[in-house]
């Protein structure tokens, strides 16, 4: 086996241990948005990881899956964010044992003002 | 100039895309390119002469290497979390304020939060970001501990994109 | 290689059978949402992986595809949500 095959292979292993830790996440923790928060980082991280290190065990598709790779990047975190706020304002609830929660405190004024920047 | 940025964006991810130096298929690329950047001015960007200062890119190159390895121990970080039978959680939803102005940069540091440790983006309203925070430590006051959150990022990207 | 897919493939099945049981039972809707939100990553991956297998890069195009409707989707459905639509 060639070097960067061997480093593709380690990139898929880390990436599909990624995955799965990430689903389990989505499994175990209490409410919508901290499922959201393991949701998003470890399937991101571990779906970056794993097309890099197909790209890298054949180096002919390294541009293609680098543009997946940044396709993804860019477009994960802004569907969660998203989701995130359509759940908060869907009337969703956090998670009993929360500290704090700034926005539903601004939220009034936020709609106000948006109202009236929208005439 | 404006449109013409756009095209050369465009052509560059069509060459990538189709991986071949055929001039019949480049030909096609650079019209579609030029067609799509004219059609749609909402893509092209405001100030052209950003796209022409080289340390903008440098900045974006290191910036780019400080975001994986932040994101790597964001991931090790909610990994032990969810591993741990006991689900060691403290979660609730700061506010913090943000010195830059343009829209690119507000979506690069809202994604960047939400990639980065224990922290996800809710909502941006002005220069104020709601952040949903899995392990809250004390910051009664808006001014202290949470601005960390989004000062690491702020110093690249205020060079990359303002 | 061959005995490294397995155990890739058993991890990711793994995965997607968990995010499937969060889409069946999750509480509420967004709840919902995150799981197929989840499932659509961890699907474009696995068609990354296909093209790997069947040393095709044809694939590769499908998963950029594949990825491009499942944001939409997810917009498309928190948007609903929000009551924009």
Known sequence: ?????????VMIIIGAIFLFLGALGI???PDVYNRMQAGTKATTLGALSVIMGV???HPAWIFKTGIISLFILLTNPVSSNALARAAHNAGIPLY???VVDKYAEDKEKIRAEEEKQNG | MRVFISTVVLFIVWVILTQSFDPQELFTG??????VSLISPAIASDKPKKWFQPKRYVYLIIYLFYFIWEMIKSNIDVAKRVVNPKLPINPGIVKVKTKLKTNAAKLALANSITLTPGTLTVDIHDEWFYIHWIDVSNCDDVNRSCQEIVEGFEKYLEVIFE | MSSILIIVFSLISIATLLST???ISGPTIPDRAVGLDTATTITT????LFAQIFHRAIYLDIALVYAILAFLGVIAIARYLEGGM
């Open chain 1, 1 to 9: 086996m060639l070097w960067y095959e061997i480093i593709g292979i």
């Open chain 1, 27 to 29: 499994i175990r923790m």
């Open chain 1, 55 to 57: 790209g890298i065990y």
């Open chain 1, 96 to 98: 009993e044992k929360s």
């Open chain 2, 30 to 35: 650079l019209i579609v390119a030029a067609v």
């Open chain 3, 21 to 23: 049981i969060r889409i």
């Open chain 3, 45 to 48: 991956a696995m068609i990354v």
